[in-house]
């Protein structure tokens, strides 16, 4: 799952807006809920618009804090993050033992006698897997998959990273023990979610390249 630079910037409004979201959800916990109600629905749609005008300073501080963040974590470790595996976390370490064999549009015979036996080992498995993903990586339901999963890794990274810092910080400033004990959990909902997501298109994305090879595969023998 390389060659992203592309898919990243076209996540990069994703990843802001989950900034903001964070932002204000802080912002919500941390202040008193009683004076973000005396803004009526316009004015707090205003200030949230504000947040995320191009070229305001609010944007660029969002924008380094994202840069920050994802900084923090290299790629290999927010696949870990996502996928809770600490040795060969990628879902193409598991395409042709476990995702391709359970997905019902993948021809397994046709891509065997295209690749070959297939291998066990986990690395082998995903270096065969990127071998053939290369060849698909520009089809629109590949590159689709792939940039959801990118997005939703991110975004859980960010929200993984962020678990223990805000509620503290939210405590602190409003001392409600309770309130930050709920937003606390409000943040591993989220960032479950979002595992979950990058999880599943994770897996999309490899069933959409083994089906596209299997098919070429089925194909080539016919002729």
Known sequence: MSDSKSLKDQNAWLIRAAMIGHMAAFLWIAAQPTKL???DSRSALLRLEALAVPGSASLGLIVIATLVLLGLVPPEWRDRIVHLRRKNPL????????IGPR???VDMEALSAKCGPFPTEASAQNQLFYKIYKSVRDDVGVC???RRYLAARDIATITFILLIPLPVLSFV???NAARSFVYSGLLCATYLLCAIAAKNYGHRMVQHVLALNGSEAAAETTH
Do not use: I, K, Q, T
Not at 91 to 98: K, L, V, Y
């Open 173 to 175: 400033a409003n001392g």
């Open 103 to 105: 997905s019902s549009h």
């Open 37 to 39: 109600f005396s803004l």
């Open 144 to 146: 689709d998959a792939h």
């Open 91 to 98: 879902p193409g370490c598991r395409a042709f033992s476990e």
